[in-house]
């Protein structure tokens, strides 16, 4: 049976009651009071009914009442000496109470309904903790509270804050996206600037110090991550100007950052709900500044000398701002307040610049300049041909520059300023390794390596190492994704760039002579079979792409078994060795020849025609004829077979089809007596 909520509750009111009285009755710590038992269940469960009445159009429109009552019963509490835990078990029984009544009645209530009085009974908790928590800080404020004590009281309120809210939340009487778990969050990020200022405390107190290099970049982005939670949740809109990447200071760096966090979570405080907190820094000379400004409405005569005293509070919110100053102070540095009436304050905290480093990213002047660190160049007898092959991509002339000079020892380098000159390097060129920026004009990095690594061009891709000023870790997973062997965020440094690159063309070294291992013919170094049918299978799909002829020859040594009988295997292998000199010597850099096994030999032929192939062919004839082994002279069997869109129609080859009609043409010419060049007579196009 179906009954509206609020009829509902009218109607077993004195049941709930009843019930929620047992629930409370039952608690042992703190024994329950009359007042509680008696006025304080009865009054929320009556504004509850009332809020649900359907007369009154829109229930969450009355929600203030009852957020209102929660927050006197939360300073009763207090008054009474009782623990804020009652609060969160008086309005807990009551929601017990309703879902035990309706069960048993068999009562179906909607889940709408029931939505509106668990936002009820959220907001209810929420506000009854708070004012709890309000009227508690307040009672033991005062100018006699010592330092430690007062510390460990705001710790103290922070977790039993956390701890209610957490037992409310996890009773499942209320949902961790209400005002609950809004109050929940709240108190953890409380807990976790006072424990950053704690310590900070701390290591000032007992100059436990450890100053180092702080990249400002760096330390606003650490702000930022807690300041964007902050501006969300009060409704407050953020800017963050960080600055340059080369501007450092010289500083302990958890002392400075919480000094900045205490400006910062200052202005969030005092700042109105929809106005601006702005946080910039910038380096002027010899200084750096870091600017924090915020929009609460300037400040009264003569209170700019009171910001700074140890934990001054103003209002209920205690500023903190102490901690800043000294922090500020203990890093060479100071802190002043400018107040703009009527409109808000900045805060300027001004530090030392430090000494520009070389790992402080763009224009790398020092790197320029030579200053950059060099290991010992190769040996003399190393030439520059058997040096690996670099190729670095930015649009930056310093940074070609600098890496230029870091490099120009160590490898063969080539330059590119653009993406579209990049990739026209890459298709004529074969290389190592390439160093590119991620952010280039005409064609950016990350479609650089999709071109390589998705495209045809002739030769293995490069490995890629990728440098980019941002880091947004979904484009670093996106580059890694593509195949990128590493990434590198600017500013860098460059002794981590030489060790990187070092990992990186180790492993390709590596893997590339695995890689030729596989490929390669151990008797004459030529390819072998795989690495010949790979090979043809890209030519056969380039050729029919760009209607680019392509032809193939296949050679077999005459008589080698008489060789091998006569002279041991030792002159069969002297002979196979001796033909693979004669037609590597005889073809271009950009034909294959490939033993296929035995004494069985194959050469591919890009963008060749059948009349030039037939040409070669009787040329490597006459060039195995003129060999000999032994004192035996040498002799082959050669087949051709070509293929060429000749005629403008397109065609289909298959690489199948062209090694089958070569083969064939081959074996016409053993039959026909050997020592001879034979050609395909089937059409393949022409």
Not at 182 to 197: A, F, K, N, W, Y
Not at 311 to 336: C, H, K, M, P, Y
Not at 361 to 370: I, N, S, T
Not at 436 to 442: G, I
């Amino acid at each position: 049976m179906s009954v509206p909520l609020h009829a509902f509750l009218v109607a077993n009111r004195e049941e709930i009651l009843a019930r929620s009285r047992s629930k409370l009755g039952r608690r042992g710590i703190p024994t329950p009071t009359a007042a509680e038992l008696g006025d304080g269940l009865p009054r929320f469960l009556d504004q509850l009914i009332a809020i649900l009445d359907p007369k009154k159009g829109e229930p969450l429109a009355e929600q203030g009442s009852v957020a209102a009552s929660a927050s006197i019963h939360g300073a009763d509490l207090l008054r009474q000496g009782l623990t804020v835990g009652q609060v969160v078990q008086d309005y807990g029984s009551i929601c017990q109470s309703v879902t035990e009544v309706a069960a048993e009645l068999h009562t179906a209530i909607t889940a709408e309904e029931f939505q509106t009085f668990n936002q009820i009974l959220d907001e209810a908790i929420a506000q009854a903790v708070t004012e709890y928590e309000r009227q508690r800080d307040r009672s033991v404020a005062g100018p006699g509270v010592a330092h430690l004590g007062f510390l460990a009281h705001e710790m103290r309120n922070l977790v039993t804050t956390s701890m209610l809210t957490f037992e409310a939340l996890s009773g499942g009487t209320v949902g961790v996206s209400g005002s609950t778990g809004t109050l929940l969050g709240r108190s953890l990020r409380r807990m976790r600037v006072l424990i950053d200022r704690t310590l900070a405390e701390v290591r000032l107190g007992t100059d436990i110090q450890t100053p180092e290099r702080v990249v400002i970049v760096e330390l606003m982005e650490e702000i930022e991550i807690i300041a964007t939670i902050e501006a969300k949740e009060r409704d407050v809109q953020l800017s963050m100007e960080m600055g340059a990447h080369d501007v450092a200071v010289q500083a302990d760096h958890q002392i400075l950052a919480s000094a900045v966090a205490n400006l910062v979570q200052n202005a969030f405080k005092f700042t109105r709900r929809g106005g601006h907190v702005t946080v910039r820094a910038r380096a002027l000379n010899d200084r750096v500044l870091i600017e924090v400004q915020d929009e609460c409405g300037g400040l009264p005569p003569g209170k700019v000398e009171e910001l700074f005293l140890p934990f001054e509070r103003r209002g209920n919110d205690q500023t903190g701002l102490s901690i800043s100053l000294r922090g500020v102070r203990a890093n060479n540095g100071e802190i002043r307040v400018h107040d703009l009436p009527g409109q808000g304050c900045v805060f300027t905290i001004e530090l030392p610049r430090a000494p520009r480093s070389i790992s402080d990213g763009p224009p790398f002047l020092a790197l320029v300049a030579g200053t950059a660190p060099k290991t010992a160049s190769l040996p003399a007898a190393a030439t520059a041909s058997l040096l690996p092959s670099v190729l670095i991509v930015d649009d930056d002339e310093d940074i070609l520059a600098a890496l230029t000079d870091l490099l120009s020892d160590r490898y063969r380098l080539t330059l590119a300023h653009d993406g579209a000159e990049a990739l026209t390097i890459l298709r004529d060129g074969s290389f190592d390794l390439a160093i590119v920026d991620l952010d280039l004009p005409v064609v950016d990095g990350l479609s650089i390596v999709k071109a390589v690594h998705y495209g045809n061009g002739h030769g293995s891709p490069p490995a890629f190492l990728l440098l980019s000023g941002q880091s947004d870790p979904a484009v670093k997973a996106e580059a890694l994704a593509l195949g990128t062997v590493d990434y590198m965020t600017k500013p860098f440094d460059p002794d981590e760039l030489l060790a990187r690159m070092t990992r990186i063309l180790t492993t390709v070294t590596r893997e590339a002579s695995l890689l030729s291992d596989a490929m390669t013919d151990s008797l004459t170094g030529l390819a072998n079979y795989r690495c010949f049918a790979q090979n043809l299978d890209r030519e056969v799909e380039r050729s029919r792409r760009y209607g680019q002829p392509l032809s193939l020859i296949t050679l077999d040594l005459d008589h080698m078994k008489a060789i091998n009988d006569e002279h041991g295997h030792d002159a069969g292998d002297d002979a196979i060795k001796l033909i693979a000199k004669v037609l590597t010597d005889a073809v271009r850099s950009f034909e294959l020849v490939a033993r296929q096994g035995g004494d069985e030999f194959a050469i591919i032929l890009p963008d060749t025609g059948a009349s030039d192939a037939r040409q070669l062919a009787d040329r490597l004839h006459e060039a195995v004829r003129a060999q000999a082994v032994m004192g035996l002279k040498l002799s082959a069997s050669i087949g051709l077979a070509s293929w060429q869109d000749g005629d403008g129609v397109e065609r289909q080859v298959e690489a199948s089809a062209l090694l089958k009609a070569s083969d064939e043409a081959l074996y016409r010419a053993k039959r026909g007596g050997r020592n001879r060049v034979e050609s395909d007579r089937t059409d393949h196009g022409r």
